[in-house]
């Protein structure tokens, strides 16, 4: 049996299902298209079920592909628990209606009740199933409160006989409803909806968006130096290095296999930077030095989409993000690919033309550092001093809005004007967001881990080899000719193809200037992205447009390396 | 601009704070059909929250909803204004 949880965006639809279905819930793609779906299992008496979390839709006669694929889904469907948001009666009720017609058994789920409350709205529960004629439970999917009741009325779930209607016809029957089931009553706005006004207007707009801006760079790194500070680095230094020098001198403290494992000695001693053995800067980098951002970055992030911040600042950067080609939602793939480009280039989906996800995913892949990047950006620039950091991020950020420019004057096609809902500001619940995180961080972790190891095994048999003398002595007259780098540096600009992170930290071995470090961390960013961000790359634009996105991607690289070699 | 009771004019050229109920949607059968799944419908009454400067998008609450509409868009959405 399949169940289906069906209903607009934005109504609790997701968190709902987790509710459902615990955490093992499997992300699959609709064949042919670009949307996903998640698919998990819940009990239902004695037997296994299966539940499908639909890509949210407003009807079931498509707008968008999403919607196109929401319609389908619900074809093999047999039960429809229909999501509606209890503050948002009227329009949620279409989509109900749209869903007796096609003749499934449905049950109302009717969340977000505790918010009809303090929302000044009061619905008659009873009143609406009467004349909807199928079972509606009044569900907080956020805290949990209904759900048993809503598992134990799955069966009564009704398909009453309905008359097919026209979509006037429709929103007639959806206005009587509401009106015989709904009261409102006047209240007055709490802060947070008076916040959520004030966020959207112009000039405390603007301002609240820099002030939001600014300080989640600042939380982002006092979370991040403090992880680092307070647990790992004592870690690794007092627990993990000694540990390692036991192995190093079992090994007898060199040959091959001494390298790969534990790595170059520097005056005796591990270096977690500069070893680079799998055990010693494989484990160092990922653990030590990214995920403390990597978390703290996401802790931020997660907070402000919960809250319902990000569609406000789509709407304010709106102007901005025409210029390159873009509208404002674009700021929300822009945003993750802070953290990693490769949910970026996925979230680029959420863009309506072929020409806006081109641009999006071409400037993410560029101008976009990672988190992984950025915490080694600042380890080792920041450690020349912070206006060097300020010149990295300064320069990807002018790189990002004049390649913007120019992909908006020379791509074709036209990029469709923002329309999007409003969400009003939620107060994110500990529980939903720790299990966001949990999944986030793991991914970073199956992604990242072996990866890095992979690398550095790559890198110490390279060396072991000679082949890596070729390869820099080949590409030498660019690093070193335009980007004013010592040879060496074309095997970290190599490695920056499996993981950046590890790249910037091969860097760090070279004794660079700080100008040298700048360009190095700039080239670093701009230049072909990490394997798993160029996989992702040539799955969402197809061969050709991902190599064209290369093609810029590589002069963009040498113009600005170049330049940057003149300035500095 | 006139912003006397019973004019009709475009949402984008409403002010902020104005109320008005939709008279029409001047755009194809996608158009009103995007707008009325998100509740802006013929008949709807409709209040404008901000504007971006430089035509920027407009920003509207219908019902309990609040949707943000491009420029373009919303120069196409006719109301007429209530009285004060």
């Known amino acids: ?568 | 601009m006139d912003t006397k009771q019973g004019k009709q004019i475009s949402v984008a050229r409403m002010a902020a704070g104005q109320s008005g109920t939709v008279l029409q949607i001047l755009g194809g059968y996608g158009l009103t059909r995007r707008l009325q799944a998100l509740g802006v419908r013929p008949g709807k009454k409709l209040t404008k929250i901000s504007s971006m400067f430089g035509h920027g998008p407009v920003t509207v609450r219908v019902d309990d909803t609040q949707i943000a509409i491009g420029f373009g868009m919303a120069d196409k959405i006719i109301v007429e204004l209530d009285s004060r």
């Open chain 1, 1 to 568: 049996m399949k169940i289906l949880l069906m209903g607009n965006p934005n109504v609790g639809k997701s968190v709902l299902f987790s509710r459902l279905t615990g955490v093992k819930a499997i992300v699959s793609n609709y064949p042919g298209t670009t949307v996903d779906f998640t698919k998990g299992f819940m009990k239902l008496g004695e037997d296994q079920v299966e539940v499908i979390d639909v890509p949210g839709t407003y009807t079931l006669e498509p707008t968008c592909e999403a919607e196109q694929v929401a319609a389908k889904m619900l074809m093999d469907g047999d039960i429809v628990i229909n999501v509606v948001d209890a503050t948002n009666l009227e329009r949620n009720l279409y989509l109900t209606l749209e869903l007796l017609e096609r003749q499934k058994p449905v049950i109302v789920a009717l969340n977000m009740w505790d918010d009809t409350k303090h929302r000044g709205i009061d619905i008659n529960v009873s009143k609406l199933e009467e004349l909807l004629k199928v079972p509606v439970v009044p569900t907080v999917a956020l805290t949990g409160e209904g759900i048993k009741e809503l598992v134990k009325r799955i069966p009564q779930a009704a398909s009453p006989p309905q008359s097919l209607r026209t979509p006037d016809e429709r929103w007639a029957v959806v206005g009587r409803v509401a009106s015989q089931v709904q009261m409102r009553y006047h209240r007055h706005h709490t802060l947070l909806e008076h916040l959520g006004d004030a966020s959207i207007k112009p000039v405390p707009g603007l301002l609240i968006a820099a002030m939001v801006i600014f300080s989640s760079f600042i939380i982002v790194r006092f979370i991040g130096e403090s992880l680092i500070t307070y647990l790992a680095e004592p870690f690794f230094n007092k627990v993990w290095a000694p540990l390692i020098m036991r192995l190093s001198d079992l090994l007898g403290s060199s040959g091959l296999l001494h390298d790969i494992l534990v790595g170059k000695l520097i005056n005796g001693e591990i270096d977690f930077t500069q070893s680079f053995g799998v055990l010693s800067t494989g484990v160092f980098i990922p653990f030590g030095a990214v995920l403390p951002y990597v978390l703290s970055f996401y802790l931020v992030l997660d907070f402000l989409e919960d809250l319902g911040y990000l569609p406000r600042l789509a709407v304010l950067l709106d102007n901005l993000m025409h210029r390159v080609g873009l509208h404002g939602y674009a700021i929300i793939p822009t945003m993750l690919g802070l953290g990693c480009n490769v949910p970026a280039i996925l979230a680029t989906r959420i863009l309506e033309s072929k020409r806006e996800r081109f641009i999006a995913a071409t400037l993410i892949s560029i101008g976009v550092p990672c988190a992984a990047l950025q915490a080694m950006i600042f380890g080792l620039v920041g450690a020349q001093g912070m206006e060097y950091v300020a010149m990295v991020y300064g320069t990807l950020f002018v790189v990002w809005a004049v390649l913007g420019f120019i992909l908006n004057l020379t791509v074709k096609g036209f990029s469709p004007e923002l329309l999007i809902e409003i969400p009003p500001y939620r107060l994110p619940k500990l529980r939903p967001s720790i299990s966001k995180l949990r999944m986030r961080i793991s991914g970073f972790l199956r992604e990242a881990v072996p990866i890095v190891f992979l690398g550095i095994f790559i890198i110490t048999l390279l060396y072991a080899s000679g082949v890596f003398d070729h390869i820099a002595s080949f590409f030498a007259p660019v690093v070193s000719g335009l980007f004013g780098l010592p040879k060496e540096a074309v095997s970290a600009i190599a490695i920056g193809f499996l993981r950046k992170d590890m790249a910037v930290g091969m860097l760090g071995t070279l004794s660079l200037s700080a100008g040298q470090l700048v360009i190095g961390s700039v080239v670093l960013a701009m230049f072909f992205p990490c394997i798993a961000s160029f996989v992702i790359l040539a799955r969402e634009l197809g061969t050709r447009d991902m190599l064209k996105a290369t093609g810029i991607m590589i002069v963009a690289t040498l113009a600005v390396g170049g330049l940057l070699n003149l300035l500095l």
